[in-house]
C-alpha cells in the first residue's frame, strides 16, 4: 500500500463563518474518491467515490413517495411487522387502566365504598401504574446497550421470550402485589418495544419514507389500546374471575406471531455499519429493495458509501470518541439533540395524554355508566386509528414543526373549553358536550402531535447515538409519567381532589407551557438526510432555521465532489508533518 498523503479540500463561499471537520488518513486519496481506509470495514469493501455518497443522498431527498415505496416494498413490510411488537404495550397500558372501572377487577382487588361499589384505592392505581413504568426504565436502559451489542434482532427475540414468561405473574395473580411484581418483570420488555421499534424503523427506510414508518409505531399503540378495550368490553357482563384473567392470556397469541416474524427479519443496515460490517450492509439493503432488474437505478453500494461517509463524519463530530456510552448523548451538539427527543416525548404526557389514557375511569367519574363509558372508550379509539391515518396526508405536504405546533395548540384550546364546561352544573348536554370534546382532543393529538412525535424523536439524533438517544428520551417520558399518572388519579378520584372534568383546566396550562417551548426549540426535520442534521447541529443552526440554511448548505456542496463542481473545489497536497486530513467549509 501506498505511503498516506494528508490533503485539504476547500470550498469556498462568499460568507465569512467557516465549519471545519477532521477525517482520519487516507491512503492515496484521489480525486473524487471516497476517503478509503477510514475504518475496518472499508478495507475491504470496493473504493467507492463521494460523488456516489452525494449523488445517493441527493436521490433520497428528491425521491417521490410512490418511487419510495416502489423501491422499498421489502424494507416498508419489515419495518411495519417488527413495530406490531408496539401493540402489545398499548394493550397492557390500556388493561390496566381500563381496569379501574371493571366491576369484576374492582369486586377482586378494590375496597367497598359504598353497598355493591367497589374503587381500586387510588394509592394502588398508581402503584401499578407505575410499576410497569418503573420496569420499562431499567428495559429501555438495557436496550440500548443490548441493541448495539447485539443487534435489532437478537435483543427484540430475548424481549419477546422475558414477556411470555413474565404473563404468566400477572394471569395468575391473586393478590395486587403479585399483579405489581408481574406488572414489573413486563415492563421490562415493553421498554425494549418502545424504543427498538421506533430506531429500526428510522433505519430500516430512506428519507422519504422515514417519517411515515416512525409515525406508524403510533398506529400500532393505538390498535393495541383499542384491542384491549374490545376485550374489556366484550368480558363486561362476565361475572368470574376470567373476565379479567383471558385479556392478560392474549398477549401470548400476539408473542408467537411477532415472535415467528422476528425470526426472519433483516438486521439494520446501519447498524452493521457501526459494527463494521459494509458488505453485510449490502445484503441487507439488496434484501430490503427490489431485484436489481427491476430497479436499473438503485446502486446498493452507491447507498452503503453514504452511509459510511455519514458514520465516519459523526466520528470525527464525535472527536473521535469510538465508544458509544450515554454519556455521549450529553456531550458537545448531542446534548442539544437529546433534549429535543426527551422534551417532545415528555410534551405526549404533559399536554393532556393522561386524560386519554384513563378514558373509561374518566368517563365514569364524569357521569356516565360504566357500559357507556367502555363504548365510548372503543368509539375514542377508533377516531384515533383514523387521526393516525390522515396523518400520513399531511406529513406528505407539511413540515414536522408546523403539524406539531398546531397540534398543541388546538390541544390547549379543547382541554380548555372542557374544562369550562366541568365548571357548570352535570346535565345530561354538559356530559354529552365534554365526552365530544374528549373525542375531538384525541383526534387532533392523534393527527399531529402523537404521530409527529415517534418521528421526530427517531429523526433528530445522530445515527450512532440513536438508539440511546431515543432510550433516553423514551425514560424522560416514563418518569414524567410517574408524575402525571398519580397527579391524574388524584384529580379523579372521589377519594382525593374529585376535579372531574376540571382537571382538564391543568393540563390546559401544562399544554400551553408545552406549546413556548416548542416555538423556541423544536427544529424542522422533514426531508433532511442524517448527514445534513449533523452539520446543522454542529453549526448551532436555529430551530427556525433548518430548512432555510439546509438550502445554502447543499448549494455550498458540503460533500459533492462530482466532477462538475471542480471550479469550486480544489484538493491541495499539505506537508506530511501534519499527517491528518481537513475538510474545510464555509458555511452559509
Known amino acids: 500500500m501506498d505511503d498516506p498523503k494528508d490533503y485539504h479540500i476547500n470550498v469556498p463561499s462568499t460568507v465569512e463563518n467557516e465549519y471545519r471537520l477532521q ?61 406490531l411488537a408496539i401493540v402489545m404495550e398499548g394493550f397492557q397500558t390500556a388493561l390496566i387502566n381500563g381496569f379501574y372501572a371493571f366491576p369484576q377487577f374492582q369486586k377482586a382487588y378494590g375496597v367497598e365504598v359504598s ?71 413486563c415492563g421490562l420488555s415493553w421498554g ?61 397469541v400476539w408473542i408467537i406471531l411477532v415472535f415467528s416474524i422476528t425470526i426472519f427479519a433483516p438486521e439494520s443496515p446501519w447498524w452493521l455499519i457501526r459494527q463494521d460490517r459494509a458488505q ?26 453514504m452511509m459510511l461517509y455519514t458514520n465516519e463524519v459523526e466520528k470525527r463530530l464525535n472527536q473521535g470518541r469510538s465508544q458509544l456510552s450515554y454519556l455521549e448523548c450529553f456531550r458537545g451538539t448531542s446534548l442539544r439533540r437529546t433534549e429535543i427527543a426527551c422534551a417532545v416525548f415528555m410534551i405526549q404526557n404533559m399536554s393532556g395524554l393522561p386524560v386519554i389514557g384513563f378514558a373509561a375511569y374518566f368517563y365514569t367519574r364524569i357521569g356516565f355508566s360504566q357500559k357507556r363509558s367502555y363504548d365510548l372508550t372503543i368509539g375514542m379509539h377508533s377516531i384515533a386509528i383514523l387521526a393516525g391515518l390522515l396523518s400520513f396526508v399531511l406529513m406528505r405536504y407539511l413540515g414536522r414543526r408546523a403539524l406539531y405546533l398546531a397540534g398543541l395548540t388546538l390541544q390547549f ?12 352544573e352535570e346535565t345530561a348536554t354538559n356530559l354529552w358536550g365534554t365526552a365530544g370534546l ?49 397527579l391524574q388519579n388524584a384529580m379523579l378520584s372521589s377519594l382525593k381532589w374529585n376535579w372531574r372534568a376540571q382537571s382538564c383546566f391543568f393540563w390546559a396550562g401544562s399544554c400551553f407551557l408545552c406549546t413556548v417551548y416548542c416555538i423556541f426549540r423544536l427544529p424542522e426535520t422533514k426531508g433532511l438526510t442524517y448527514l445534513e442534521l449533523d452539520l446543522l447541529f454542529e453549526k448551532k443552526a436555529h430551530a427556525t432555521k433548518f430548512a432555510s440554511v439546509q438550502k445554502r448548505l447543499a448549494s ?29 467549509m464555509n458555511w452559509p
Not at 453485510?280 to 452507491?302: G, I, M, Y
Not at 418521528?455 to 438517544?469: G, N
Not at 458540503?558 to 491528518?580: C, G, K
Request: glycine share 4%; net charge neutral; proline share 4%.
Open 413 to 424: 384550546l379543547v382541554l380548555l373549553a372542557a374544562g369550562i364546561l366541568g365548571i357548570f
Open 280 to 305: 453485510d450492509a449490502q445484503q441487507v439493503l439488496e434484501r430490503l429493495t427490489r431485484s436489481h432488474h427491476d430497479d436499473q437505478d438503485f446502486n446498493a453500494s452507491h447507498t452503503v458509501a
Open 115 to 185: 353497598p355493591d361499589e367497589y374503587q381500586i384505592t387510588t394509592t394502588w392505581q398508581s402503584a401499578l401504574g407505575n410499576s410497569s413504568v418503573a420496569g420499562s426504565v431499567i428495559g429501555l436502559l438495557a436496550n440500548g446497550l443490548l441493541t448495539e451489542m447485539f443487534g435489532y434482532r437478537r435483543t427484540m427475540m430475548g424481549a419477546l421470550l422475558l414477556l411470555a414468561a413474565s404473563i404468566f405473574l400477572t394471569f395468575f395473580a391473586s393478590s395486587l402485589q403479585t399483579l405489581l411484581a408481574g406488572q414489573v418483570l
Open 556 to 584: 455550498s456542496g458540503y460533500f459533492d465532489l462530482r466532477d462538475e463542481q471542480v471550479s469550486r473545489v480544489q484538493w491541495v497536497e499539505v506537508p506530511s508533518s501534519t499527517r491528518n486530513v481537513s475538510v474545510e
Open 438 to 486: 374528549i373525542m375531538v382532543f384525541i383526534f387532533v393529538f392523534d393527527l399531529l402531535v402523537a404521530p409527529l412525535t415517534y418521528t421526530i424523536v427517531a429523526e433528530v439524533p445522530s445515527t450512532r447515538l440513536r438508539v440511546k438517544t431515543v432510550v433516553l428520551a423514551r425514560v424522560a417520558y416514563n418518569l414524567c409519567s410517574l408524575a402525571t399518572n398519580p
Open 23 to 83: 477525517l482520519p488518513k487516507a491512503s492515496n486519496l484521489a480525486h473524487n474518491s471516497f476517503p478509503h481506509g477510514l475504518s475496518p470495514s472499508t478495507d475491504s469493501f470496493p473504493r467507492l467515490n463521494s460523488s456516489a455518497a452525494a449523488a445517493t443522498a441527493q436521490d433520497e431527498r428528491q425521491q417521490t413517495l410512490k418511487a419510495a415505496t416502489q423501491r422499498y416494498p421489502k424494507a416498508i413490510a419489515w419495518s411495519a411487522a417488527i413495530s
Open 192 to 252: 425494549v418495544f418502545s424504543t427498538l421499534t421506533t430506531t429500526y424503523a428510522a433505519e430500516m427506510v430512506p428519507v422519504t419514507l422515514r417519517g411515515y414508518l416512525t409515525a406508524s409505531v403510533n398506529l400500532c399503540w393505538l390498535l393495541g389500546q383499542i384491542i384491549a378495550q374490545g376485550a374489556l368490553r366484550g368480558f363486561l357482563d362476565t361475572q368470574s374471575q376470567w373476565s379479567y384473567r383471558i385479556p392478560f392470556a392474549l398477549q401470548w
